[in-house]
């Protein structure tokens, strides 16, 4: 015997307290994010810079995002 049960309370008797709750529907496939296609110089010359420079730096320099310098520092083998 469940607590529910031990307290009276059951799915018709918690509907009619609470009105009838909608079933939550699947979320949809995640898509991963693409990031915008940087130019190989500039892949080159960001994968070139010193490590000491944080993505945020870069990002102002460059004119990209940083989630994106931080893409090509993570994954150094994509290049166009």
Known sequence: MS?????GLTKQSMEKMLG??????KNKIKRYRRYETVPADIRKAILGEHQSYTCRELAKKYGISSSTIWDIRDSKTKIE
């Not at 009838?20 to 529907?25: E, G, L, P």
């Open 20 to 25: 009838v709750v909608a079933v939550a529907k």
């Open 3 to 7: 607590l529910l049960e031990k307290l």
